[in-house]
């Protein structure tokens, strides 16, 4: 996919009121096996290196694997315990980020989700991240754009 046509149909813009809706504009696409969302970045997301800020992908790995873990464990809230990044590649502004996800496992109490991050067919980063069920009173909020 390059960033020309990294727009099409396939991908819904979801409203979000979040700190990840201070990214800009997410988009999202689901398929049965894959979780994917996406943004568009602009010069706001660059670091004083002139490329993205690697916070700006963290943030992404993060929510795939938040919608992931609400796939495997509907209606249950979870936080997540922990994710590794290996950031490969960098990524200049007015490149679209694509972040695909997979389920690796799912427990009664934890879910694996793995990710990748993509700028048109360069892969540019991986994400492996543990989801645990939040603790009891945690208030469980829908995500926009979730399925369901």
Same mark, same amino acid.
């Given at each position: 996919m390059s960033d020309s046509n990294a727009l099409s149909d396939e991908w819904i813009a @979801?409203? +979000? +009121?979040?700190?990840v809706g201070e990214l800009g504009v997410l988009l999202r696409r689901a398929g049965e096996e894959l979780t994917e $969302?996406?943004?568009l970045t602009t010069e706001r997301h660059r670091n004083l290196s002139g490329?993205?800020?690697g916070g700006v992908l963290m943030t992404l790995f993060d929510r795939c694997a938040g919608l992931i873990s609400r796939l495997a464990m509907? /209606? @249950?809230p979870v936080v997540t315990a922990s994710i590794t990044v290996n950031f490969i590649r960098s990524v200049k502004p007015g490149e679209f $980020?694509? @972040?695909?996800? #997979? *389920?690796? #496992?799912a427990g009664r109490t934890a879910v694996f989700a793995d990710?990748?991050?993509? @700028? /048109? +067919?360069? *892969?540019v980063g991986t994400a492996s991240g543990l989801l645990m069920r939040a603790?009891?009173?945690a208030c469980r909020r829908s995500i926009p754009g979730e399925p369901g």
């Open positions: @979801v409203s +979000d +009121d979040t700190y $969302i996406g943004l490329n993205v800020h509907p /209606g @249950v $980020i694509r @972040v695909s996800g #997979k *389920l690796r #496992k990710c990748e991050a993509w @700028v /048109g +067919d360069r *892969l603790q009891s009173g």
